[in-house]
């Protein structure tokens, strides 16, 4: 696996683009690519000259193999004194006199008065801008809008706090003036997929002709969902193949407790988190909870194996996104692309496939945590706080590892469906999803007691939830019933930023 010895590329600059990543891993230069070292003065307000998403300067000098797209993911491993967290959570903006979904234009007016005012560098899809970049962290824009900030790799969750509390100033700060909010909620509560605004980006267009193809629930998930989610690494092959476990098992867990999503166009609809079960039909060839993950023989190379099976989207040439849907990377390997004949593949074009991938844990070069709705500021400190304590600690991990050993494919699958109906009511042999819920809060916090960064303060959000066993969810809906009278544009006001 000598990468170095045979590619030698120029990467232009990361767009932010995407479902989620933290910027440090997403793209980030993997080990053994030689890059020339290149300074890109930043000024008040600039535009990154690069378009989304990254893209080789310079073709390599090999056909990539299989060890290659293996090693990428092996450049991930690192000690533990490095290991970071990265958090990213989407967010509806709104109008506030109207409740009305915020179109593109104003989405572009608040991106350039947050450059302006705060310093970011724009980021450019031909003439549109389409999102912004700070150091290691990006805004990005999600299919219907959805208002994403993926942050810099931290080393402690008052760290993470803090730009959280910082990104939400800055945006409240221009938001405010236009007229505009932003709302803490996993599915748009009142409009239909109708209303909601399509973002100019060449990658969305491509996956909105798709959706519908290979599942009923796709343009949901792209236009009306929102989430948040954890990105933490993993120090060897070994190590990341307990975490990708103990993350798969616990999903579930974290959707209970983070169950944010039980109203659909005003009413409710007959979920407590019905953004993780929009999930369950989107597209199952990519998504689901990976029971291969549990096999015996899983590793880096086996989730090779599955990504290069995995429908491709596009391929990105020349700044433009070309439609290779339903091809396989296994194909592109082989110069099979009839959209693009006898072209090979880029490491790139690798990285770019991976991001298009969406099961409930995904693999990059480090492991994303994706079961939570999106929720008010608290809980987006929470949503870390609950995975350091339980990955980040070597005794916590392993009590995770024990407690779901013998837990079967079939008891996994049941509550990735069922938890997002019924949440903390879900049975589970002898008892509830509620009891498990307890226990793994607790091995949570003496994780992040362990860690020393006194971090553990992090869950009281959560901690009130599990101890009263009514999600987010039923809170909401408790409130629609009674004081809102049955109105739900009164949720508008409730989780507002």
Known sequence: MAVASRLAVARVSPDGAGFGAAGRTRKGRPTGLQVPAVRRGRRRGGAVAASPPTEEAVQMTEPLTKDDLVAYLVSGCKPKENWRIGTEHEKFGFEVDTLRPIKYDQIRDLLNGLAERFDWEKIMEENYVIGLKQGKQSISLEPGGQFELSGAPLETLHQTCAEVNSHLYQVKAVGEEMGIGFLGLGFQPKWALSDIPIMPKGRYEIMRNYMPKVGTLGLDMMFRTCTVQVNLDFSSEQDMIRKFRAGLALQPIATAIFANSPFKEGKPNGFLSLRSH????????????????????????????????????????????????????????????????????????????????????????????????????????????????????????????????????????????????????????????????????????????????????????????????????????????????????????????
């Open 278 to 497: 929009i999930w369950t039909d989107t597209d199952n060839n990519r998504a689901g909870m990976l029971p291969f993950v549990f096999d015996d023989s899983f590793g880096f190379e086996q989730y090779v194996d599955y990504a290069l099976d995995v429908p491709m989207y596009f391929v990105y040439r020349n700044k433009k996104y070309i439609d290779c849907t339903g091809m396989s990377f296994r194909d592109f390997m082989q110069g099979k692309l009839p959209q693009v004949p006898g072209e090979l593949p880029t490491l790139n074009d690798w990285e770019n496939h991976l991001t298009t991938i969406f099961p409930e844990v995904r693999l990059k070069r480090y492991l994303e945590m994706r079961g939570a709705d999106g929720g008010p500021w608290r809980r987006l400190c929470a949503l870390p706080a609950f995975w350091v304590g339980l990955l980040y600690d070597e005794e916590a991990l392993q009590s995770i590892l024990d407690m779901t050993y013998d837990w079967t494919k079939e008891e996994r699958e049941m509550l990735r469906r069922k938890v997002p109906v019924t949440g903390f009511k879900t049975p589970f042999r002898d008892g509830y999803v509620r009891d498990l819920a307890e226990e793994v809060l607790k091995l949570a916090k003496k994780g992040l007691e362990r860690r020393g960064y006194k971090e553990v303060g992090f869950l009281r959000e959560v901690e009130e939830v599990v101890r009263t066993g009514m999600t987010p969810a039923e809170r909401l809906l408790n409130l629609y019933e009674t004081k809102w009278e049955r109105n739900v544009d009164h949720v508008f006001k409730h989780l507002l930023y």
